[in-house]
Every structure is written in C-alpha cells, then in structure tokens.
T-cell receptor, first 110, second 114 residues
C-alpha cells in the first residue's frame, strides 16, 4: 500500500512543550500536506510541502520532508491547549487525489 | 468568502434505507472530493469530481455513488444502508485536482445507521 503510517497514534504533552509527529510513506510523492482536525469537525489545512523542499515554517509549525527516507515530520513548538486535535498527513502520489493516514491524536495538558 | 457547506450536519437512518448528502464548494472551486471517516480508520477516499466528471474513485462498493452539478455542487448517495456505513462524511473542495493545492473541508455530515 502507498499509504504508509503516522506515528505516534496518540501523544500527550504538557502545555509549553514541543510536539513532534511523523508521517512515512512507501512510494514517491509530488507533495505532502498536513491538516488538523478538532474533535469531529472538518479538517483545516496547515502546511503544504513540495517534494523538492526540505523544510517549511508557519508560525509555531515546522514541517520537514526527507524524500530519501520517505518521511515527514510536523513540529509544534511551545504547545497550547488549543493545539489539542488530531493531525493528519496527506500524500500526493501523482494520482490526482490526496491519500490520508490515520492521524496522530495530540492532547495538550494544561 | 463562504466556506464549504455540507448538509445535513446530522442524520439518522435505518438499515436498508438510502441517503443523499450535499456539498457546496467554495465559489470558484471546481474539484470536490468525498471522504468517509470512522474511528481508527482515518479518512478513506470515496471519490473526486472535477467539472462534473468523476476523476477518481476509492475502494467502496457500488452502493456509494456521487455526482457533481454544473455549479460544482456535489451530492453523494448511499443506497441500502448498512450499520457499518455509520461515519462522518467529509467533503473538500479545491481549485485543482490532486494534492498540489490545499483542500478546504466542510464540517461533515455525521450519519448514524440504526
């Protein structure tokens, strides 16, 4: 399967700490996106990183992409209670659709 | 500008019935995708439409179907509902097909089959 995995499945950290989530895949990608989903609601786009990019930043978010290892990571720095959500990576394998993983459930403990 | 609108937000149906869900994309977006989300399964791709044509279909039985209208609004239909069809159905719109641009999601329709 092209999908790969996200890990960890769940992560709990103290407010103020950094959170890192990982996404792996098995076949080459054109682009990779990260999304956030608050409980039972729609997904919100965070960052899109293209296969020729290695790192992108957006506020407290940092995404890296290592195409040789077929993996990406999302780092949230100085976490806040409002960051509690599920985070998904979505891979663009060039087949005109996004393929989502099962996500990482992040809980920030106040 | 208005976001992606899905109706209804909640739905309870009986096994064996059929259901139609609606999605109004962001104005100007011609691509609409549908996903099924169940606990532990992540988002499973159902289908994608672009300019009224189905461009991609996921691995779901024929009971799941969809269409897109000339104004880019989309509907999906599930016939002969099964208990396992209970899920959050999400619709997303974007300017183009695939993953080169961001997708904008609606709030979803939560379908419960009893």
């Amino acid at each position: 399967s092209q999908q790969g995995e996200e890990d960890p499945q769940a992560l709990s950290i103290q407010e103020g700490e950094n959170a890192t989530m990982n996404c792996s895949y098995k076949t080459s990608i054109n682009n990779l996106q990260w999304y956030r989903q608050n409980s039972g609601r729609g997904l919100v786009h965070l960052i899109l990183i293209r296969s020729n990019e290695r790192e992108k930043h957006s506020g407290r978010l940092r995404v890296t992409l290592d195409t040789s290892k077929k993996s990406s990571s999302l780092l949230i720095t100085a976490s806040r209670a409002a960051d509690t959500a599920s985070y998904f990576c979505a891979k663009d394998f060039g087949n005109e659709k996004l393929t989502f993983g099962t996500g990482t459930r992040l809980t920030i403990i106040p | 500008k208005a976001g992606v609108t899905q109706t209804p937000r909640y739905l309870i149906k009986t096994r064996g019935q059929q259901v139609t869900l609606s999605c109004s994309p962001i104005s100007g977006h011609r691509s609409v995708s549908w996903y099924q989300q169940t606990p532990g399964q992540g988002l499973q791709f159902l289908f994608e439409y672009f300019s009224e044509t189905q461009r991609n279909k996921g691995n779901f039985p024929g009971r799941f179907s969809g269409r897109q209208f000339s104004n880019s609004r989309s509907e999906m239909n599930v016939s002969t509902l099964e208990l396992g069809d209970s899920a959050l159905y999400l619709c997303a719109s974007s300017l183009a097909l695939g993953g080169a641009v961001e997708a904008f999601f609606g709030q979803g329709t939560r379908l419960t089959v009893v």
